[in-house]
């Protein structure tokens, strides 16, 4: 089969895209994803989105991590925004549909706001907090986050405390400008990636909740580039969570595969 694919980047969160609108693309077929998915061998990427139609929205994003599982992506849903928007399925402004429900978006250029579920969970321990923003996710302060090894220490987290079905690690540091410094370890990818949209969500609500911050407009830093997070707060709960930032083409190509 010869495959048209796409190439997207969202703060360095890289993604094969392919246009499955057709439903020709071979779902079960889980090794075809992670060798697309593969750096040495296939295209390379975090991930790969199918983007396909939906009844009850303007398309539907299908997200795998590289390794075939599973789950909601913020960088991902950025990106496939933009996609749909090249594919001139849609205008400036946009709701799909994902594994974790509807979202709506706003495009201008090539910057994303995409709407993410409300959070009312929020699980506090002494030496870090655990919360669900489509995807699970650990977040963790620390100190000299540049010198972390993120690999060998968020896979340490991952399994140690999530075991098999696992959790994405974020080490935060506060940064000077009230910004945060993010790095993740994603499951699923099972390395460090550059920006984790859905990680840094669940960063930004985790640093407000714990009184880190008192704005409900909070930047980001990932070694992939900077990402806004914006909320409401009322009783514990977080609504109306907007993540913001670049998604870009960087390029297309067919693939034998
Ligand atoms: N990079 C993503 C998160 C992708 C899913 C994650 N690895 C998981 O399995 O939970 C993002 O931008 O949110």
Redesign the pocket.
């Known amino acids: 089969m010869v495959l048209e694919f796409f190439k997207y980047q969202?703060t360095g969160?890289d993604f094969v895209v392919v246009d499955n609108r057709l439903d020709f693309f071979p779902k079960d077929d889980l090794k075809l994803i992670s060798k697309l998915c593969d750096r040495r061998f296939g295209i390379g990427g975090?991930?790969l989105i199918l983007l396909e139609n939906d009844i009850a929205s303007d398309f539907r994003m299908v997200?795998y991590?590289a390794d075939g599982?599973k789950?909601?992506?913020?960088?991902?849903g950025r990106c496939a925004v933009a996609f749909a928007h090249y594919l001139g399925i849609i205008g400036t402004e946009t709701t799909f549909n994902a594994i974790d429900g509807l979202h709506f978006a706003t495009l201008e250029g090539d910057i994303v706001n995409l709407k993410m579920n409300n959070v009312t969970d929020i699980k506090e321990k002494p030496a870090y907090s655990f919360l669900d923003t489509?995807?699970?996710h650990h977040v963790q302060l620390v100190e000299n986050l540049e010198r972390l090894n993120v690999k060998i220490e968020g896979a340490k987290l991952r399994y140690g405390i999530y075991g098999k079905s696992g959790?994405?690690i974020n080490f935060v540091e506060p940064a000077e400008d009230q910004s945060f410094n993010v790095r993740t370890y994603?499951?699923?990818?099972e390395d460090e990636?550059l920006?984790?949209?859905?990680?840094v969500t669940a960063v930004a609500i985790a640093m407000h909740k714990q009184g880190k911050t008192a704005s409900n407009q909070v930047d980001i830093n990932t070694p992939g580039g900077k990402l806004a997070i914006s909320f409401e707060q009322q009783n514990g709960s977080y609504t109306d969570i907007y993540l913001k930032g670049p998604a870009k083409q960087v390029f297309k190509g067919d693939v034998v595969c």
């Open positions: 969202g969160n975090d991930g997200y991590n599982s789950s909601m992506c913020g960088n991902g489509g995807s699970p959790s994405n994603e499951r699923g990818v990636t920006s984790c949209g859905t990680g």
